[in-house]
């Protein structure tokens, strides 16, 4: 069974850098793909940005240029840079992770983190 341990997170103010990370474990963690995912009150929950098992990134349209995703290989883990972070950029994030032998996809949750980003 796969687990996620996120950390990063808390209050920051507009402009400011702020980075979360998100690790995973487990016997049958087999990495196809990790990413953070956001969702504000009363909004849907969006993609922030994702990496694959081949290194290629992809990003929300609101976040390119400012976020910032990248991996660390031998700890399964990832980690989301954010700058110049914005009031809109409030919301709690969470990780997503795709693993799983052969064909088989798994996907798996964190319990999300609070960004809150004040005015």
């Known amino acids: 069974q796969v687990q996620l341990t996120e950390s990063g997170g808390g209050l920051v103010q507009t402009g400011e850098s702020m980075r979360l990370s998100c690790g995973a474990s487990g016997s049958t963690f087999n990495f196809k793909g990790m990413g953070w995912y956001r969702q504000a009150p009363g909004r849907q929950r969006e993609l922030v940005a994702h990496?694959?098992?081949?290194?290629?990134?992809s990003y929300g349209d609101s976040v390119k240029g400012r976020f910032t995703i990248s991996r660390e290989n031998a700890k399964s883990t990832v980690r989301l840079q954010m700058k110049l972070l914005k009031p809109e950029d409030t919301a709690v994030y969470y990780c997503?992770?795709?693993?799983?032998?052969?064909?088989?996809?798994?996907?798996?949750w964190g319990e999300g983190t609070q960004v809150t980003v004040s005015s």
């Open positions: 997503k992770a795709l693993s799983g032998a052969g064909t088989s996809l798994d996907v798996c």
């Open positions: 990496i694959d098992s081949s290194g290629s990134e």
